[in-house]
């Protein structure tokens, strides 16, 4: 037999495709020719699967070998086709059965020598082989504990092609996947260590109960970092679909935990200021990988020092916070990615940051103004809640007598309102307030009364407000409304989501 056929599994982004492996062996000079788009690391894998296979102990059939990887328009990367190629190439040979390996998908990076070493998005790989109806895999055993996230599948795993080709020819089992490690995944930080900025940490439950983004400024020390890493406290667990989302996207950037469960905690992702624009939203060479924000997919992107990120990184934001998604054009196809997150961004409010805040500020005027526009306009016109933290008092910070409330008290509050918010537009499919298209706001029945919005359409004529704000000032009301447990917002919840859009610290906190 000169002809053989496996099945592997390919990545663009986040979809799966099943690809066939095909080897044909014909008469002429001895080499490999690999078709079907593969990228650098891909076409080095001749290199690879030739050394593992005489390091196995088997025979290199020495003719002419073309292995073609279906369909041959997708592109194809990484090194997940090794162990399918070996096999293939193996087949054609006539040194292993095909029989056993009939409509199995075969994953697997192979080291020089015969290894078979984990490799990057196998949940998304197993996923797509089961939707593509077939319900067997063969994995490399670092893998088999993130395989088995997917239900219905048979998962086998394998250390080394020699086990894989003695299990072939009827000898050695393969191995079976190690359970799951059981594990909690903590809260982390807890809003109680926050002294005092009751205006921030309400800011903070408003943004978690709606899922609004979030601009705080303030002095150093102010706490604005602080309450930032406390916001996924406070935010609920991630549902299935989710879930499944947030851990592809881990598996696809190789940061996934070895413990083989589900990430149910929203992820919290804070790059560095110097951080490109790459690493901030996707990109590299070939298909892109994910950025910061996709891997904050579901929770949280914190920028810090905000106004010392590139100009050009911050506006590429503008988009992913409209649509939820990214996509990223190469020349060899378009890339997509999830990103529907929670933005919050922290700045000083001027380059000399002086902790007692402005009154003691010695920057102009016109270097304040020139330090806050590296922040846009247009992209703070997307940012729902925008408030001022006044610096720490010596008070705030030594009284321990009345302890903050911990993250677990306010957390609660926050899954209540989520709840009324997801029963509310659970028939558009829409999960919290900030996914409601503002159109939808000012449409009965959701409209609310003209006496409760005045204020809101005077600031839309005289140029202070734009429409994109007058649409999220009615989200927060709504939010502030769930978190009230009423069913419909006031005039009152109007304006406090105007406060807290227009960053007043002394907004009235809702009592609860």
């Known amino acids: 037999m000169s002809y053989a056929r496996i099945l592997c599994v390919g990545l663009v982004g986040m979809a799966g495709h099943v690809v066939e492996v095909e080897a044909d062996l014909s008469m002429g000079l001895p080499a490999v020719v690999l078709t079907g788009l593969p990228d650098a690391a891909l076409n080095e894998a001749r290199d690879r699967v030739r050394a593992a296979v005489v390091n196995s102990g088997q025979r290199w059939p020495n003719r002419r070998i073309t292995v073609n990887l279906l369909p041959a328009t997708l592109p194809k990367q990484g090194s997940a086709f090794d162990v399918a190629i070996a096999c293939a190439l193996l087949a054609g040979a006539g040194e292993l059965p095909l029989e056993p390996l009939e409509g199995v998908v075969v994953l697997g990076e192979l080291g020089l020598d015969g290894t078979v070493r984990p490799v990057r998005g196998i949940l998304p790989m197993v996923a797509a082989a089961a939707a593509a109806g077939l319900e067997r895999v063969i994995v490399p055993f670092e893998n088999a504990r993130e395989a088995t996230m997917i239900p219905g599948m048979a ?223 247009p992209l703070l016109d997307r940012i729902d809640i925008q408030i001022t933290l006044p610096p720490i008092r010596a008070a705030q910070l030594m009284t321990t007598a009345m302890a903050a409330e911990p993250s677990a008290v306010v957390a609660r509050r926050v899954a209540k309102a989520r709840a009324a918010a997801t029963a509310r537009w659970a028939a558009e499919g829409w999960l919290v307030n900030a996914d409601v298209p503002g159109p939808h706001l000012r449409r009965a029945p959701w409209r609310l009364p003209p006496k409760a919005t005045a204020a809101l359409r005077t600031g839309l004529d005289r140029g202070s407000l734009s429409a994109r704000g007058f649409d999220r000032i009615l989200r927060l009301a709504w939010t502030i409304a769930d978190l009230d447990g009423r069913q419909r917002p006031s005039g009152s919840h109007v304006d406090e989501a105007a406060q807290l859009r227009m960053g007043d610290a002394h907004a009235r906190k809702t009592e609860h």
Do not use: W
């Open 155 to 377: 998962i086998e795993a394998m250390d080394s092609l020699r086990r894989l080709v003695s299990f072939v020819r009827g000898g050695h089992d393969l191995l079976a996947p190690p359970p799951p490690i059981p594990a909690t995944e903590p809260r982390g930080p807890d809003l109680a260590d926050i002294a005092g900025q009751d205006f921030g940490r309400y800011a903070i439950e408003v943004a978690a109960a709606g899922g609004h983004h979030l601009c705080m400024l303030g002095p150093p020390g102010a706490g604005k970092t602080m309450l930032a890493e406390r916001l996924p406290s406070i935010l609920p667990e991630l549902d299935d679909t989710s879930a499944v989302e947030v851990t592809a996207l881990q598996s696809i950037a190789g940061v996934l935990p070895p413990d083989g469960r589900l990430v149910r905690r929203p992820p919290f992702q804070a790059p560095h200021h110097s951080a490109s624009l790459a690493a901030l939203v996707g990109g590299g060479s070939g298909l892109a990988r994910p950025g910061a924000i996709s891997l904050a997919h579901r929770g949280v992107l914190f920028l810090d020092e905000a106004p010392e990120f590139a100009n050009g990184t911050l506006q590429a934001l503008r988009q992913p916070l409209e649509s939820g998604r990214v996509v990223l054009a190469r020349a060899r196809g378009n890339t997509e990615y999830p990103a529907r997150v929670q933005l919050v961004l922290a700045a000083n409010p001027c380059p000399c940051a002086n902790p007692g805040g402005e009154q003691f500020c010695q920057c102009t005027a016109l270097v304040r103004r020139r330090y806050l526009s590296r922040i846009s306009g």
